[in-house]
């Protein structure tokens, strides 16, 4: 069975950083893609952030390029956000998203941005 | 402003066919297969559909997806109280690097 698992979120002031966490089991980490994909108050996803299988190519929405890391270690089956300079906009459940079209999901981790 | 673009609402009484609509553009839906999510209230989003019209194992076949050019179409038949949900499409966008892109979202309401 297919797990994903967010940690790391929580309240932080704005222009403050913090770090995402997604452990994965019961698939082939290393074959898939992996995804972030966040949902602000009340509104619809929103893609943030994917990352090859390898690691070697990854992709940012253009809103977090420059401030938002996605890495990722196989050897661990962990995937990774490093969110630097947060703004208030940031805030929102963030998403751990596995496979090519976003099979599988984890159950969120909240981010609040605030003073 | 979403890329691809959903009716905010629709809504059907039990045992309707009720469609749902997603459109976008040439450098999306137009070159790359699109998936449909279902988010239940408080919960995460599930795969409902995917590469167009593909339903995961699990997904009764009340579900179907349609695509034709640069819209798509997710279609619910036999309506069910617990299809009441939000439902959200996706696909990859070719343009400015690369993206993935989503919906705005349908709220659908069973009656």
């Known amino acids: 069975e297919v797990q994903l698992v967010e940690s790391g979120g929580g309240l932080v002031q704005p222009g403050g950083s913090l770090r995402l966490s997604c452990a994965a089991s019961?698939?082939?980490?290393?074959?898939?893609?992996m995804n972030w994909v966040r949902q602000g108050p009340g509104e619809g996803l929103e893609w943030v952030a994917s990352?090859?299988?390898?690691?070697?190519?990854?992709h940012y929405v253009d809103s977090v390029k420059g401030r938002f890391t996605i890495s990722r270690d196989n050897a661990k089956n962990s995937m990774y956000l490093q969110m630097d300079s947060l703004r208030a906009e940031d805030t929102a459940v963030y998403y751990c998203?596995?496979?090519?079209?976003?099979?599988?999901w984890g159950q969120g981790t909240l981010v609040t941005v605030s003073s | 402003q979403s890329v691809l673009t959903q009716p905010p609402s629709a809504s059907g009484t039990p045992g309707q066919r009720v469609t749902i609509s997603c459109s976008g553009s040439?450098?999306?839906?137009?070159?790359?297969?699109v998936s449909w999510y279902q988010q239940l209230p408080g919960t995460a989003p599930k795969l409902l559909i995917y590469?167009?019209?593909q339903r995961p194992s699990g997904v009764p076949d009340r579900f179907s997806g349609s695509k034709s050019g640069t819209s798509a179409s997710l279609a619910i038949s036999g309506l069910q109280s617990e299809d009441e949900a939000d439902y959200y499409c996706?696909?990859?966008?070719?343009?400015?690097?690369?993206?993935?892109?989503f919906g705005g979202g349908t709220k659908l309401t069973v009656l």
């Open positions: 040439s450098s999306n839906i137009g070159r790359n297969p």
């Open positions: 590469s167009n019209n």
């Open positions: 019961g698939f082939t980490f290393s074959s898939y893609w």
């Open positions: 998203a596995s496979h090519d079209q976003f099979d599988y």
């Open positions: 996706a696909a990859w966008d070719d343009s400015l690097n690369g993206r993935w892109v």
């Open positions: 990352i090859k299988r390898d690691g070697s190519e990854k």
